[in-house]
């Protein structure tokens, strides 16, 4: 992650007057934002954490609205509301394996995305109608879905989701981009797929469809 895009702890201690076990709290008890990413320190100093540079401004406004007197449960509130009104934001990723839905999760969570996760064609479908994502990321070769074609016909013809933007993704070397694009798909990525330059492309559709 390029280096203007997080912050350390230390960075964020500079800016907001709060103690590291107040940030602790923020991000562990309170979960106002996700756990930093661990790296080795650049100098070979042990460990250093990375959050998303986002983070920095969130705990600015924790701190200001707790000088306010709003008490933990009126901000936590307050900053759900504030996530559910980012509509633009949200992302649905179906795919059978657990532990890869989940690190995706997490990822996009850490990126300022509500996301969600489905396993299978039943849960897809039920999520993709009461999440009402703005992007999918498709495993297109999911048990229970019975093609790429039929979802992206379904989702197209279904107002709630006509606008939903499909990202496909399969370690299927079969499959081809023109073949699935055709299909109703936005685009086509094979596996394994590069988590930074797959945010950059949905920051880019977020930013697209806000202009729109």
Known sequence: MPEDNRVT???ILKVVPITRKTLWLWQKKYQFFPDPAKEAHPGGKGIVGYYPAWVEERCKKVYALQKKGY???????????EEEQKTGRKILIIDGQKQY????????QGNDFIAEVAMDGFEAGFKAREFLPTIILLDIT??????????????????DTTATKVIAMSGDLRCTENEIVSSGAEMFLPKPVDFESLLKICNEM??????A
């Not at 008490?71 to 509301?81: G, R």
């Not at 999911?142 to 989702?155: A, E, K, N, T, Y």
């Not at 977020?206 to 202009?211: D, F, K, M, N």
């Open 142 to 159: 999911l048990p229970g879905i019975s093609g790429i074609i039929d979802v992206c016909r379904h989702l197209k013809n279904n107002p």
């Open 101 to 108: 839905c989940l690190l995706l999760k997490k990822f996009f």
């Open 71 to 81: 008490t933990i449960n009126m901000i936590k509130d307050i900053l759900q509301k």
């Open 9 to 11: 702890a230390s960075d």
């Open 206 to 211: 977020v930013i697209s469809e806000e202009s």
